[in-house]
């Protein structure tokens, strides 16, 4: 997620200081990615230094500082509502790498390390269900998405580790090409036998 840009929408809806966007951000999301306030100050700060958000000349009681969006963040927000996110612009996927370096890694049981995830993943399968349940669908219809999110991703690492663990035994099980022949002597060539003789 991108918290420049969740930013900007956020001040899309209206002039907001730091801590109204830190709890805006949450409800939102549900809390799923929590953020600390020094991180929205910070991005607020290249915001600013870039033209997209500038302060109102506002504070409230407490003296904190509102901003607001500029054209120029309104431009791009709509520009990143607009463009469809690509392979490379996604984290990487740290599980994948995870399992790929077990399986490399001398001493490490891959299969121990496949079925620890999947018992993870699970459990948090559950509470996103159990979350869901709860949520109220007329009101909570951006937390219901970010759950609906939330739940298939879950759901496609579970297949991804049960199709893992297939590939893992199909190749254990499978048959082994045969040692290669030692090669043949050559008549001329004396036998280690006869050379220890």
Known sequence: ????????????RSPMYGYQLR???????GATWPLNVGQVYTTLARLERDGLVEQTG?????????YRLTDAGHAELTGWFATPLGGT??????LAIKVALALTTPGVDV???LQTQRTATLRHLQELTRLKAVADGSEDTAWLLVLDSMIFRAEAEVRWLDHSETRLARLAT?????????????ADEPSDRAVRR
């Open 23 to 29: 709890h805006e951000f949450e409800r939102s999301t």
């Open 89 to 94: 612009d996604r984290p990487r996927d740290e």
């Open 174 to 186: 499978a048959p082994r090409p045969p040692a290669s022949p030692p090669a043949a002597v050559r």
């Open 111 to 113: 299969r121990a390390v």
């Open 1 to 12: 997620m991108s918290i420049r840009h969740g930013l900007l929408a956020l001040l899309e």
């Open 58 to 66: 506002e504070s409230d009681e407490d003296g904190k500082v509102v």
